[in-house]
């Protein structure tokens, strides 16, 4: 029989997690820039020293905090366009991100497009990194629309890079509004509308 060995987390790496945890949750709710450090100390009940240990300073947490939701997002995306069929895929797709928003409250709205709207004009590093993002889910979306379109599931009188953007960008709306709103209906309306669009059938 062989034998599995669990890692477990050290005490450092678990208050790594728990300032990244808290920072998310806090500038996801006011944004990067009215978030303090003594937002952060409150929040986490940690000292100032142990949190610039971890972290220099607010922006390399807030790098950090970008870098795992790249991974974790686009993961998501990935295992949201699932299906036998294109079609199915963005079906599907599309109910995962209202099941999501649903899940989350209507609260905290997209850290990507935050930031997007609040650091585009102020920060380099921030605007490269997201639009970084923005690309990936796109072409992600882009080759699910394209096998829709070969296989007659999808308008194809529209390129698919462009109903890709079109479907990101009408979800960041949805998602925005919807925040606002604290009601799925925005959103509904945009997957709705997009399925229509795109020729899908629910």
């Given amino acids: 029989m062989k034998t599995v060995c669990y890692s477990k987390k050290s005490k450092g790496e678990i208050t790594r ?12 709710q006011k944004g990067f820039e009215a978030t303090s450090i003594n937002d952060l100390v409150k929040a986490t009940g940690l000292k100032k ?7 220099p300073g607010k922006d390399e947490l807030m790098m950090t905090i970008l870098d795992k939701a790249k991974t974790d997002m686009l993961e998501t995306i990935k295992s949201g366009l699932n299906g036998k069929t294109p079609a199915e895929r963005l079906n599907n797709f599309f109910k995962g991100v209202l099941e999501y928003q649903r899940s989350c409250g209507f609260a905290g709205g997209c850290i990507f497009g935050n930031t997007a709207l609040e650091m585009s004009d ?9 639009k970084d993002f923005f690309d990936k889910w ?18 194809n009188d529209i390129p ?19 925040r606002l709103e604290k009601s799925e209906k925005p959103l509904k309306d945009c997957v709705d509308s997009l399925r229509i669009l795109i020729g899908l059938k629910k």
């Fill in 17 to 28: 997690d728990k300032i990244l945890a808290e920072a998310t949750r806090l500038i996801n």
């Fill in 49 to 55: 020293g142990c949190l610039y240990f971890h972290f």
């Fill in 122 to 130: 102020k920060d380099e590093r921030m605007t490269f990194f997201v």
């Fill in 138 to 155: 796109i072409e992600l979306i882009r080759k699910v629309v394209k096998e829709a379109q070969d296989h007659g599931e999808a308008r």
């Fill in 160 to 178: 698919a890079v462009v109903m890709a953007k079109h479907i990101v960008m009408t979800i960041e709306g949805g998602i925005m509004l919807t």
